[in-house]
Protein backbone atom coordinates (compact mmCIF):
# COMPACT_ATOMS: atom_id res chain seq x y z
CA UNK A 1 0.00 0.00 0.00
CA UNK A 2 1.54 3.26 -0.80
CA UNK A 3 0.16 5.46 1.98
CA UNK A 4 1.59 3.16 4.25
CA UNK A 5 5.57 3.94 4.95
CA UNK A 6 7.94 1.39 4.56
CA UNK A 7 10.25 2.15 7.23
CA UNK A 8 7.95 2.02 11.31
CA UNK A 9 8.86 1.53 14.54
CA UNK A 10 8.50 -2.22 15.58
CA UNK A 11 6.41 -2.58 19.59
CA UNK A 12 7.10 -6.15 20.57
CA UNK A 13 4.49 -7.62 23.16
CA UNK A 14 4.35 -11.37 24.70
CA UNK A 15 1.57 -12.93 23.77
CA UNK A 16 -0.34 -10.64 21.72
CA UNK A 17 -1.63 -10.79 17.95
CA UNK A 18 -3.59 -7.29 16.26
CA UNK A 19 -5.47 -8.00 13.10
CA UNK A 20 -6.66 -5.45 10.81
CA UNK A 21 -9.99 -3.54 11.56
CA UNK A 22 -9.61 -4.10 14.91
CA UNK A 23 -9.19 -1.58 17.72
CA UNK A 24 -6.85 -1.97 20.84
CA UNK A 25 -6.08 0.29 23.84
CA UNK A 26 -2.62 0.76 24.72
CA UNK A 27 -0.74 2.08 28.15
CA UNK A 28 2.94 3.14 27.32
CA UNK A 29 5.01 3.44 30.31
CA UNK A 30 8.57 2.78 28.92
CA UNK A 31 11.02 5.54 28.25
CA UNK A 32 11.93 3.97 24.87
CA UNK A 33 8.50 3.65 23.98
CA UNK A 34 7.30 7.09 24.97
CA UNK A 35 10.15 8.04 22.99
CA UNK A 36 8.18 5.98 19.78
CA UNK A 37 4.54 7.96 20.42
CA UNK A 38 6.31 11.12 20.34
CA UNK A 39 7.90 10.61 17.29
CA UNK A 40 5.22 8.43 15.03
CA UNK A 41 2.31 10.98 16.57
CA UNK A 42 4.27 13.80 14.27
CA UNK A 43 4.66 11.83 11.43
CA UNK A 44 2.47 9.00 9.59
CA UNK A 45 1.10 7.52 13.25
CA UNK A 46 2.30 4.05 11.84
CA UNK A 47 3.18 1.18 14.59
CA UNK A 48 3.78 -2.16 13.92
CA UNK A 49 2.52 -4.53 16.19
CA UNK A 50 4.75 -8.06 16.87
CA UNK A 51 4.95 -10.98 18.89
CA UNK A 52 7.77 -11.90 21.11
CA UNK A 53 9.26 -15.40 20.58
CA UNK A 54 10.33 -17.71 22.75
CA UNK A 55 12.43 -16.89 26.07
CA UNK A 56 12.00 -13.10 25.25
CA UNK A 57 12.19 -12.49 29.05
CA UNK A 58 16.00 -12.50 29.17
CA UNK A 59 16.42 -9.96 26.21
CA UNK A 60 13.77 -7.93 26.90
CA UNK A 61 15.55 -4.54 26.83
CA UNK A 62 17.21 -5.45 24.29
CA UNK A 63 16.46 -6.72 20.89
CA UNK A 64 14.64 -10.19 21.58
CA UNK A 65 13.50 -12.20 19.08
CA UNK A 66 10.64 -11.55 16.97
CA UNK A 67 8.00 -12.92 14.42
CA UNK A 68 8.49 -12.03 10.51
CA UNK A 69 5.20 -10.73 10.37
CA UNK A 70 3.48 -8.37 12.20
CA UNK A 71 0.22 -6.24 11.73
CA UNK A 72 -0.11 -2.61 11.89
CA UNK A 73 -2.05 -0.14 13.58
CA UNK A 74 -2.55 3.95 13.21
CA UNK A 75 -3.13 5.63 16.02
CA UNK A 76 -6.57 6.82 16.43
CA UNK A 77 -6.97 8.87 19.76
CA UNK A 78 -4.01 9.57 22.05
CA UNK A 79 -3.94 11.07 25.38
CA UNK A 80 -0.47 12.22 26.84
CA UNK A 81 -0.54 11.67 30.65
CA UNK A 82 1.40 14.37 32.88
CA UNK A 83 4.32 12.04 33.96
CA UNK A 84 4.33 11.57 30.08
CA UNK A 85 2.89 8.55 29.48
CA UNK A 86 0.47 8.08 27.32
CA UNK A 87 -2.87 6.44 26.81
CA UNK A 88 -3.65 5.76 22.90
CA UNK A 89 -6.16 3.58 20.49
CA UNK A 90 -4.62 1.78 17.68
CA UNK A 91 -6.55 0.74 14.62
CA UNK A 92 -5.29 -2.06 13.06
CA UNK A 93 -4.47 -1.41 9.16
CA UNK A 94 -2.43 -4.00 7.34
CA UNK A 95 -0.35 -6.98 7.83
CA UNK A 96 3.20 -6.51 7.48
CA UNK A 97 6.80 -8.77 6.87
CA UNK A 98 10.06 -7.65 8.35
CA UNK A 99 12.93 -7.15 6.28
CA UNK A 100 15.61 -5.90 8.30
CA UNK A 101 15.46 -4.12 11.74
CA UNK A 102 17.14 -0.77 11.85
CA UNK A 103 19.39 0.21 15.01
CA UNK A 104 18.82 4.04 14.80
CA UNK A 105 16.59 4.53 17.83
CA UNK A 106 16.42 3.89 21.01
CA UNK A 107 12.68 1.57 20.05
CA UNK A 108 12.92 -0.90 17.63
CA UNK A 109 12.71 0.16 13.69
CA UNK A 110 12.33 -2.34 10.86
CA UNK A 111 12.05 -1.65 7.10
CA UNK A 112 8.98 -3.79 6.22
CA UNK A 113 7.19 -5.30 2.91
CA UNK A 114 3.40 -5.21 3.02
CA UNK A 115 1.50 -8.13 2.73
CA UNK A 116 -2.02 -6.53 2.81
CA UNK A 117 -4.37 -9.21 2.40
CA UNK A 118 -7.53 -7.55 -0.14
CA UNK A 119 -10.93 -7.98 1.43
CA UNK A 120 -12.45 -9.62 -1.42
CA UNK A 121 -10.11 -12.20 -0.67
CA UNK A 122 -11.47 -12.71 2.61
CA UNK A 123 -15.52 -13.40 1.53
CA UNK A 124 -17.64 -16.08 2.79
CA UNK A 125 -20.16 -17.62 0.74
CA UNK A 126 -23.82 -18.73 2.45
CA UNK A 127 -22.29 -22.35 2.88
CA UNK A 128 -19.10 -21.24 4.67
CA UNK A 129 -20.99 -18.81 7.11
CA UNK A 130 -22.99 -21.56 8.34
CA UNK A 131 -19.93 -23.74 8.71
CA UNK A 132 -18.58 -21.28 10.63
CA UNK A 133 -21.77 -21.02 12.42
CA UNK A 134 -21.92 -24.08 13.59
CA UNK A 135 -17.67 -24.42 14.19
CA UNK A 136 -18.50 -21.76 16.87
CA UNK A 137 -21.20 -23.71 18.07
CA UNK A 138 -19.20 -26.61 18.42
CA UNK A 139 -16.28 -25.17 19.89
CA UNK A 140 -17.99 -22.62 22.47
CA UNK A 141 -21.28 -24.02 22.84
CA UNK A 142 -23.94 -21.59 23.80
CA UNK A 143 -22.36 -18.66 23.84
CA UNK A 144 -21.73 -18.99 20.18
CA UNK A 145 -25.10 -17.78 19.34
CA UNK A 146 -24.94 -14.83 21.35
CA UNK A 147 -21.24 -13.97 19.32
CA UNK A 148 -23.10 -14.63 16.53
CA UNK A 149 -25.75 -12.52 17.01
CA UNK A 150 -23.50 -9.87 17.92
CA UNK A 151 -21.13 -9.79 15.01
CA UNK A 152 -23.08 -10.68 11.95
CA UNK A 153 -26.94 -9.72 12.84
CA UNK A 154 -26.35 -6.87 14.92
CA UNK A 155 -22.87 -5.29 13.53
CA UNK A 156 -23.71 -6.63 10.23
CA UNK A 157 -19.89 -7.90 10.06
CA UNK A 158 -18.71 -10.37 6.99
CA UNK A 159 -16.03 -11.30 4.89
CA UNK A 160 -12.53 -10.22 6.57
CA UNK A 161 -13.82 -8.23 9.16
CA UNK A 162 -16.32 -11.23 10.67
CA UNK A 163 -12.92 -13.43 10.32
CA UNK A 164 -10.50 -10.46 11.68
CA UNK A 165 -12.93 -9.92 14.32
CA UNK A 166 -13.14 -13.70 15.40
CA UNK A 167 -9.38 -14.52 15.05
CA UNK A 168 -8.71 -11.92 17.59
CA UNK A 169 -11.19 -12.46 20.16
CA UNK A 170 -11.20 -16.10 19.96
CA UNK A 171 -9.60 -17.66 23.23
CA UNK A 172 -6.68 -19.56 21.54
CA UNK A 173 -3.74 -19.70 22.14
CA UNK A 174 -1.40 -16.59 20.91
CA UNK A 175 0.72 -18.93 18.87
CA UNK A 176 -2.48 -20.02 17.39
CA UNK A 177 -3.76 -16.22 16.21
CA UNK A 178 -0.15 -15.85 14.89
CA UNK A 179 -0.70 -18.44 12.54
CA UNK A 180 -4.17 -17.09 11.40
CA UNK A 181 -2.49 -13.78 10.96
CA UNK A 182 0.56 -14.99 8.50
CA UNK A 183 -2.08 -17.10 7.09
CA UNK A 184 -2.87 -14.49 5.20
CA UNK A 185 -5.58 -14.76 1.97
CA UNK A 186 -6.02 -18.35 3.45
CA UNK A 187 -7.10 -16.93 6.86
CA UNK A 188 -10.87 -17.96 6.59
CA UNK A 189 -9.59 -21.61 5.77
CA UNK A 190 -7.12 -21.58 8.85
CA UNK A 191 -9.59 -20.40 10.63
CA UNK A 192 -12.02 -23.52 9.80
CA UNK A 193 -9.40 -25.79 10.46
CA UNK A 194 -8.52 -24.09 14.00
CA UNK A 195 -12.14 -24.24 15.02
CA UNK A 196 -12.35 -27.46 13.95
CA UNK A 197 -9.75 -28.90 16.19
CA UNK A 198 -10.62 -27.09 18.84
CA UNK A 199 -13.99 -28.40 18.57
CA UNK A 200 -12.90 -31.55 19.20
CA UNK A 201 -10.25 -30.60 21.82
CA UNK A 202 -13.56 -29.85 22.98
CA UNK A 203 -15.36 -32.88 22.68
CA UNK A 204 -12.44 -34.90 24.64
CA UNK A 205 -12.08 -32.92 27.58
CA UNK A 206 -9.74 -33.22 30.06
CA UNK A 207 -8.39 -36.61 30.15
CA UNK A 208 -10.55 -37.67 27.07
CA UNK A 209 -13.68 -36.86 29.03
CA UNK A 210 -16.43 -34.56 27.66
CA UNK A 211 -15.46 -30.82 29.15
CA UNK A 212 -16.36 -27.72 28.70
CA UNK A 213 -14.40 -25.46 26.29
CA UNK A 214 -13.56 -22.05 26.42
CA UNK A 215 -14.91 -18.41 25.73
CA UNK A 216 -14.35 -15.44 23.53
CA UNK A 217 -12.69 -12.76 25.22
CA UNK A 218 -15.15 -9.51 24.78
Known amino acids: MSELPNIIPLFPLPNFVLFPGLNVPLHIFEPRYREMVRDVAQSHGVIGMMMLKGDWERDYYAYPDIYEVGCAGKIAALSKLPDGRFNLILHGVSEFRVVRELRQRSYRLAEVD ?105
Open 114 to 218: WCTVPSARLELDEATMMTLHQLLINFLGDAANKVWKSLVEERGLRGAALINSICFHLDIAPIEKQTLLEAGESRGNCLLDVLTFKAEERKLGPGGNSGRGSSPTQ
